[in-house]
């Protein structure tokens, strides 16, 4: 056992067969008491060394009901958040690259969020009629401000449920931080779109006025995800132009117009399925993030079924794609020589707020 931690600068130029070599040994060394969760978005190289992929809350559950003792997150930095907070106190959650974060979840922090709580409660009784809602992309803080004013968190597959659990308490929601999952999820359950009203976070009052306030259903902050910000729905009136048959299937973080062209709308793990489950020589427009839509088109090659990426240019999480194998392979050989790096732990009034909010969401959906 090394008596300082290995140093990330030792790993940089490893190539990717040597890193690949050194993981499944270091893996090998630590057996159970280590579990690397891969996110579907993660690149391939990383992926393939996943021993439970999905999405983000499917992998913190399956982490948190397992033996390790080391929960290695392939993903962002909410994310292993949201493994901390759900995982028992002996368990450690681990980001190979602390730099991984999410463009979507940093345009809501709890400084803006508060600021718009406390002027909407210039003209509305906010905690009487609103309840926050957060997506799960997003920071633990502001899960713990939802927690701490008797609010939910959502996923892009259960959010119609978590709208219908937070009307069913209070006439309004305050949704953050993706506008579309929000806008788009209203719709469907038939919420009129002058009632789900935008909050620019960067203007006094939202940029809205007293009457929108009060006429809404819906405050929708003004946020999003740059990967599914590339889909336009004149690529599907292009695409269906050379290929009438296509059937189109969009994840819910799409602009409006988009899911309004698509046959099908759903989260990651609902379009795996679709596609999967679809019958052989179909052909599918998808929109939502590359390393997925490609490995997935690889995948039903054998069925005759065409899967292609609805953007015409490259359209994947950059930040994702921060955790490469170099990372990934620093942060277990330092396990095998018992170091812990880049240790992701919320701190524990705040993980018991967001608890209470994630919760809240389990018993709801």
């Known amino acids: 056992m090394t008596t300082t931690a290995l140093p990330i ?61 080391y929960i290695v997150f392939c993903g962002v930095h909410f994310m292993a958040e ?20 999410c463009s979507m979840a940093d345009m809501a922090n709890k400084v803006k969020v508060q600021q718009c709580w406390d002027e909407l409660a210039t003209v509305i009784d906010v905690e009487n009629t609103v309840t926050p809602v957060t997506y799960i992309n997003s920071a633990a803080d502001l899960k713990a401000f939802c927690g701490q004013h008797d609010g939910i968190v959502c996923t892009s597959s259960n959010a119609e449920k978590i709208l219908n659990w937070s009307f069913a308490k209070r006439e309004k929601v305050l949704f953050f931080p993706d506008q579309h999952l929000g806008r788009n999820t209203g719709y469907r359950m038939g919420i009129p779109l002058e009632q789900m009203v935008t909050w620019d976070f960067n203007k006094p009052m939202g940029g809205l ?37 296509t059937i189109v299937i969009s994840h819910p973080e799409a602009c409006f117009e988009v899911c309004q062209k698509s046959d099908y709308i759903g989260s990651t793990e609902m379009i795996l399925k679709i596609v999967r489950e679809a019958a052989p020589n179909t052909r599918w427009l998808v929109a939502t993030e590359l390393n997925l839509v490609n490995r997935l088109a690889q995948e039903c090659k054998a069925q005759g079924k065409h899967v292609h990426f609805m953007a015409p240019t490259l359209s994947m999480c950059s930040t994702m794609f921060r955790t490469d194998p170099q990372h990934l392979c620093w942060v277990l050989e330092n396990l095998v020589a018992g170091h812990v790096v880049n240790q992701v732990s919320v701190p524990a009034e705040q993980a018991a707020a967001a608890k209470k909010a994630l919760d809240n969401m389990l018993l709801a959906s």
Request: aromatic share 8%; proline share 3%.
């Open 82 to 101: 949201v493994a901390d907070i759900l995982s028992r106190p002996e368990q450690i959650a681990i980001l190979p690259d602390m730099a991984a974060g």
């Open 209 to 245: 006025s007293e009457q929108q306030i009060r006429n809404a259903k819906i405050i929708l902050w003004k946020g999003y995800c740059s990967v599914h910000q590339a889909f336009q729905p004149e690529q599907i009136d292009d695409f269906k132009a050379r290929y009438p048959e």
């Open 9 to 69: 600068h030792d790993y940089a130029l490893l190539d990717e067969s040597e890193c690949s070599e050194r993981i499944a040994a270091a893996k090998a060394k630590l057996g159970k008491r280590c579990i690397v969760l891969g996110h579907h978005y993660q690149r391939d190289e990383v992926f393939k060394h996943a021993d439970v992929f999905g999405d983000s809350l499917k992998l913190s559950r399956e982490a948190a009901q397992s033996e390790a003792e």
